[in-house]
C-alpha cells in the first residue's frame, strides 16, 4: 500500500463490472446534459462506507483493520432507476434488486472494522449505484422522465468477491479515485 501525506478522502466499495457500467451510461451518457452531471465510468461503484477525512496513518491501519474481513462471496442484480430524494431529484441511481441483504450485511461488518481504527459516523445505508448527479432545475425535468423510462429497466447480475478501500481526490472535472486495498472474499 502507497499512502501520500497528509489528509485524504476514503471510502469503501464494490466495484462494478464493465457491462453494467455501459448499461449505466447509456442513460444520460457521459457527458453533462440540461444540468445532469453523469457519474464518469471509471468512478462507478457501490459505495459500503464513507469514512470521510482521514489521515495517512488512519488510513493504514484502516486498510490492516479490513483485512480481518470474512465474507462469503454473493451476487447482486441491478434493476430500475431511482433517486435521492425521490420528489426533486439530486442523486439518479440504480437500485440494487437482489443482494441488497448482503451488502447491508457487508456494510456493517467493514464499517465495524473500519471503527476499530478510526472514528466513522453511523450512516444510513442504502445500497445502491449513484449513476448521476443533478445540478439544476432542468436536469430534475431530465432524471424525473429517465427514471420513469427505465423504472423496470433490468441492469444486470454480478457476483461480489471483494471489497476496495479507496481514496477519492475531488477535482472540477469530477472525482479521482485511487485504489489503496482491495479485500477477497
Do not use: W, Y
Request: aromatic residues 8%; hydrophobic residues 45%; glycine residues 8%.
Amino acid at each position: 500500500m502507497i499512502f501520500k501525506r497528509g489528509i485524504m478522502r476514503a471510502f469503501i466499495s464494490v466495484g462494478i463490472p464493465d457491462k453494467i457500467k455501459k448499461a449505466a451510461l447509456s442513460i444520460f451518457g457521459e457527458e453533462k446534459a440540461e444540468g445532469i452531471v453523469p457519474v464518469m465510468e471509471d468512478a462507478m461503484h457501490i459505495t459500503i462506507a464513507f469514512l470521510g477525512e482521514i489521515s495517512k496513518e488512519d488510513a493504514e491501519s484502516v486498510a490492516l483493520s479490513l483485512k480481518g474481513l470474512r465474507v462469503a462471496p454473493f451476487m447482486a442484480s441491478l434493476r430500475g432507476l431511482s433517486s435521492f430524494p425521490e420528489r426533486e431529484p439530486r442523486v439518479v441511481f440504480i437500485n440494487i434488486s437482489s443482494g441488497a441483504e448482503d451488502l447491508e450485511g457487508l456494510h456493517k461488518k467493514a464499517s465495524a472494522l473500519a471503527k476499530q481504527a478510526i472514528n466513522i459516523k453511523r450512516e444510513n445505508f442504502v445500497p445502491h449505484l449513484t449513476i448521476a448527479r443533478v445540478k439544476s432545475r432542468g436536469g430534475i425535468f431530465l432524471a424525473k422522465e429517465k427514471i420513469c423510462e427505465n423504472r423496470d429497466r433490468d441492469f444486470g447480475s454480478f457476483e461480489v468477491t471483494s471489497i476496495s478501500f479507496k481514496e477519492s481526490k475531488l477535482t472540477s472535472s469530477g472525482p479521482i479515485h485511487r485504489e489503496l486495498s482491495r479485500i477477497e472474499f
